[in-house]
């Protein structure tokens, strides 16, 4: 056993902070610590200076122009990445589409594709979910009927996170309506220009326009769009969550948005003392403090193991609960701690504009994260789904 | 022992439900997130109608020109509103504004306590400061006299229903330390006053509030409420009111917040069945039912305890408030959980119930205070 990072992982670990140093703008980052939204232009800001670096992909094999790194390095940027503010890269195209295409796409499209994701050309988004197909996602029915060198579409996608700002989607899609439910998915490519396709927006609970509706109305996509073979696509769908469920344990989220609490805590009164030394505030805080503790080192457990090679089975699963429980307590902890100026709503300050919080830093964003963070519950695989993916693994069918 | 309503309670249960029944699109109209249109922060048309269905005559006794006022009362009234996701501002016009005039004031203060009744006048009461979180003796904002006058000085924090309000409630030191309980009192500010500044802002939950700059805004001596500086005891005595109606405002919202989950667990289907047919749902729906009954006791504890002596009210409100605390932000969280995504979205009626549940919190004490109160109160 050895808790501490090799020479080369601390070195590397000075290198992303040196770059953090240089290259993050601290109106960037002054947006993330207060959780204001960055719109797309930050986005894109973003996303334009870790390609100039060459830090964009850092799954992505060297021939396709990724930097190739392993768990652990992957975890250091991650976590150096968290703890400076930096804005999270969307992962539609980079983190979740490119390892699909890498694997199973056709030449014509990786080459194609890829390059237009690093560059930011491409913004993709995810059109997987539907009305009727939520956690029992095999049960979607868009529609996609061959005819000649086109698909025509036909139905509904929900949720589509950033959909607003994207130009593409990948899609399940059915093609053999008569197919045990797995069977007849096909993966498609979707041009958001083409005809027949348009996006309403859906408003979360904290005000923001951060999901989609997404309607296909004779829709015609060329089959070269099509990944992989037809009636596939549960495979390559299978293989994207896998990739889709990295970093879920967001340990480098919890740690700054623990640091922001505390720095919140400090700076409010309570009963004449800060309230960061009020033992029941102090309790609470401290409690998810050690979960967060015990779970950066499951989390490192089973990274190290992933770089050895070995796939994370359940490990995974596991992550997702406890990460998105212990995210959501902290959560939970700076809207308390906003006190009374948790109440405000104040939406100027939240979209990125120069308006001050109205209390002390931080609270303007404190219950609308809290509210909109709801989310890591039940995105990406509830967390029933995965409980019960852990109960079927290890008591057996029955689950 | 007898735990029903009586008959007038009742009545004014089922009309009240009924009426904020047949008004859901008006209420929810003022809560909708980014509509700047609104600066009221509810509709004047459903205010009005509530006035003349004795509501507001309900949360006064007859003394100070109601018919009713006891703690189920309140209890009856702000379950229902509760229940209806409203977002009037009930507590703050009548139980805070309202009760401490009627509580202080003078005859002719007083006259405005019908007004209130009445549905004319609006009220808020600006105590909070940047700098008190929830501590009711922390005042800084000064009142000094000036011959005939009085200055104020000071910020108010979140002060809600401000900018609908005709007049502001505004407590200030006239000596003391800044958290001394001795040494408050109470003003009837006009809003238009000048030395008088609002910036008035949407609240995450509905409604709206404002904080309010105090710039050495002058009155006349009578516009004090009550004796100088002895305001404490009626604050505390309005905000135990208020903190029963808004404990009994939050069970409604968990009333409506955990039938919506149970009706949407019999209708959602996934893998070809309803999903309330997941054992690992229905044992959490069965929390909620179960910490629900507890919600409910509690509310009636404290309620039925809203004229004992204060260190039994303490104690009952501090009790109920963290135990509403606690079951209601698991309430407000399953409920959301359970739904999945839809219930993440604004047009759904259980997002906005399950804020108001949650920053009902951020009033007057939340969980953890109230449960540093009741130690402070079981240990004494
Ligand atoms: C903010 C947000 C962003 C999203 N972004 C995207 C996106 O970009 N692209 C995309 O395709 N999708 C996206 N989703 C959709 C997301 O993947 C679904 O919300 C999720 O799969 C759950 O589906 P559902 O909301 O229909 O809930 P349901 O599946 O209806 O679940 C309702 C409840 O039932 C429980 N449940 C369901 N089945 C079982 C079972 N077998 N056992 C026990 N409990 C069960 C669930 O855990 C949940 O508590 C997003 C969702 C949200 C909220
Ligand atoms: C101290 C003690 C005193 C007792 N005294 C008496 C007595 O005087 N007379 C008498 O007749 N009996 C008595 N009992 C027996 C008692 O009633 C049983 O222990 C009880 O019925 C549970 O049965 P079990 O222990 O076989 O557990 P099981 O029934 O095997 O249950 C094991 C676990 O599975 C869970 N489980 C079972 N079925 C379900 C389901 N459908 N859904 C979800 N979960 C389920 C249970 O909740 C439990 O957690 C006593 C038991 C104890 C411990």
Known sequence: MDLNYSVEEQAFRAEVQEFLAQKLPKEMSDAMRLGHDLGKEGHEKWHAILNEQGWLAPNWPQEFGGCEWNAVQRHIFEEECCRANAPRIVPFGLAM?????????????????????????????????????????????????????????????????????????????????????????????????????EVRPIILLDGT??????????????????????????????????????????????????????????????????????????????????????????????????????????????????????????????????????????????????????????????????????????????????????????????? | MNFDLTDERQMLQDSLRRFLRDNQDGLRASTRLGDTENTLGFDAGIWGKLAELGVIGALFSEEDGGFAGAGFDLTTVFEELGRAGAVEPLLDTAILGGGLIAALGNETQKELVEQVIGGELHLALAHGEPNSRYDLAQVETTAQVDGDDIVLTGRKAVVINAEAADYLVVSARESGAASDEDGISLFLVPRDSAGLSLRGYALLAGGRAAEVDLDGLRLSADARLGAAGSAYAALKRATNRAEVALAA?????????????????????????????????????????????????????????????????????????????????????????????????????????????????HRFGDTDTQLERFIDQSAA
């Open chain 1, 209 to 399: 326009h951060e999901v989609n509706e997404v309607w296909f109305t004779d829709v015609k996509v060329p089959v070269e769009n099509l990944v992989g073979e037809e009636n596939k696509g549960w495979t390559y769908a299978k293989y994207l969550l896998t990739h889709e469920r990295t970093n879920i344990a967001g340990v480098g989220f919890s740690s700054a948005g623990l640091e922001a609490v505390k720095r919140m805590a400090r700076s409010q009164m309570h009963r004449g003392r800060p309230l960061i030394e009020n033992p029941h505030f102090a309790a609470r805080a401290a409690r998810a403090e050690i979960d967060l503790m015990a779970m950066s080192t499951t989390n490192l457990r089973i990274i190290s193991r992933a770089a050895s090679g070995q796939a994370p089975g359940v490990e995974s699963s596991m992550l997702k609960v406890k990460g998105t429980e212990i995210r959501q307590e902290i959560n939970d902890l700076a809207r308390r701690a906003a006190g009374a100026y948790a109440m405000p709503f104040v939406s100027e300050a939240l979209e990125g504009g120069n308006e001050p919080d109205m209390g002390p830093e931080g609270s303007a964003a404190a219950a609308p994260q809290y509210f909109n963070n709801r989310k890591l519950s039940i995105f990406g695989g509830s967390n029933e789904v995965q409980k019960n993916i852990i109960a079927k693994v290890k008591l057996g069918g029955g689950a």
């Open chain 2, 249 to 361: 405002e939050t069970l409604g919202a968990m009333e409506a917040a955990t039938e919506l989950t149970r009706e949407y667990l019999l209708t959602r289907q996934q893998f070809g069945r309803p999903i309330g047919t997941f054992q690992a749902l229905q044992h959490r729906m069965a929390t909620l039912l179960i910490e629900l009954e507890q919600a409910r006791s509690a509310v009636i504890n404290a309620a039925g305890h809203l004229d004992g002596s204060a260190a039994e009210q303490a104690l009952q409100i501090s009790a109920a408030r963290n135990l509403i605390g606690r079951a209601g932000r698991l309430v407000a969280e399953e409920s959301i959980q359970l739904h999945g995504g839809i219930a993440m979205t604004e047009e759904y009626e259980l997002a906005h119930i399950a804020k108001r549940i949650v920053m009902a919190d």
């Open chain 1, 97 to 197: 589409l490119a390892p699909v295409l890498q694997k199973f796409g056709s030449k014509a499209q990786q080459d194609h594709y890829l390059p237009r994701i690093l560059s930011g050309e491409d913004w993709w988004c995810q059109g997987y979910s539907e009305p009727g197909a939520g956690s029992d996602l095999a049960s979607l029915k868009t529609r996609a009927v061959r005819e000649g060198d086109h698909y025509v579409v036909n139905g509904q996608k929900t949720w589509t996170t950033l959909g607003q700002y994207a130009n593409w989607i990948f899609c399940l899609v059915r093609t053999d309506p008569d197919a045990k439910q797995q069977a007849g998915i096909s993966f498609l490519l979707i041009d958001m220009n083409t005809p027949g396709i």
